[in-house]
């Protein structure tokens, strides 16, 4: 198995506590995260991440007890085996396109991918070295999705793609996610509450607030 968590718990400090349900994915699988507003999604992704750190269980990925990861080896195995979407692009405004892969590219040791090659399955070639002030927002959010590919990573945490696109791009962004996902033999986990994901992906888990 690639990656799977046993029997997560985690509280922010005086809450109450949250168990989430254990997920196993081998490379080339697909999960959703569904839940409400406030359900603990993104708490859930940060424990997956190893950002946070659960009360009690596992993070296993590719052999590697992720939550038992400290400081600096955190960093640094998060770095060259997990890619993050994050909601918002966050990328690095006074740099151009291929300047913010390159240098999510410096933070890992691995090979990678060819920049260039992934700049053209992302059709982000003509856009190499524009500055990511002058990008649409799909354009933005395709960079994103590339400097979380760029490392080659085993797993892949896309938090709420979807939610600001209208239905085509919304599919659109899920395919790409779903190929590049399988073609670097990866395990693919998307956090939403949009129910529309659901046609494209079937295997879901569900996660509620305590
Ligand atoms: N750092 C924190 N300290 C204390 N409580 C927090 C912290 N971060 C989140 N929470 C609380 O934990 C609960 C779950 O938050 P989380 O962000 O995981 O939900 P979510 O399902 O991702 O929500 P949304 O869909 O709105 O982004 C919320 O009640 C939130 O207020």
Same mark, same amino acid.
């Given at each position: 198995?690639?990656?799977? $968590?046993?029997?997560?718990? !985690? #509280? ?7 168990? !989430?349900? %254990? @997920?196993?994915?081998? +490379? ?14 993104? $708490? ?15 993070? /296993?990925?590719?052999? *590697? @007890? ?18 993050? *979407? ?10 151009? /396109? ?6 999510? &590219? ?9 920049? %260039? ?18 990008? +649409?927002?799909?354009?933005?959010? &395709? *960079?994103?999705? #590339?400097? #979380?590919?760029?490392?080659?990573? &085993?797993?892949? =945490? ?6 600001? =696109? ?17 073609? @670097?033999?990866? #395990?693919?986990?998307? *956090?939403?509450? %949009?129910?529309?994901?659901? %046609?494209?992906?079937?295997?879901? @888990? ?5």
């Amino acid at each position: 198995m690639l990656f799977f $968590t046993k029997n997560l718990q !985690f #509280a922010y400090p005086g809450q109450t506590r949250y168990y !989430f349900p %254990d @997920i196993s994915l081998d +490379s080339g699988d697909s999960l959703l995260v569904l839940g409400k507003s406030g359900s603990g999604k993104t $708490t859930l992704l940060n424990l997956l991440s190893g950002l946070l750190v659960p009360d009690s269980g596992e993070v /296993v990925l590719n052999g *590697v @007890i992720v939550n038992s990861l400290k400081g600096v080896n955190a960093d640094r195995f998060r770095g060259e085996n997990i890619g993050i *979407v994050f909601q918002k692009p966050h990328l690095l405004a006074p740099l151009t /396109v291929k300047e913010n892969l390159q240098m999510a &590219r410096h933070f890992s040791k691995s090979e990678g991918l060819d920049l %260039d090659n992934l700049l053209s399955e992302l059709n982000l070639s003509h856009k190499s070295n524009s500055s990511i002030a002058k990008l +649409s927002e799909g354009e933005a959010q &395709r *960079v994103s999705i #590339a400097r #979380a590919l760029v490392n080659k990573p &085993r797993l892949i =945490l896309a938090d709420e793609p979807t939610s600001s =696109l209208d239905d085509e791009n919304a599919h659109k962004v899920i395919s790409l996610l779903q190929n590049q996902a399988s073609k @670097i033999e990866a #395990a693919l986990i998307i *956090v939403t509450h %949009d129910q529309r994901v659901k %046609d494209q992906i079937s295997n879901f @888990i569900q996660v509620q607030a305590p």
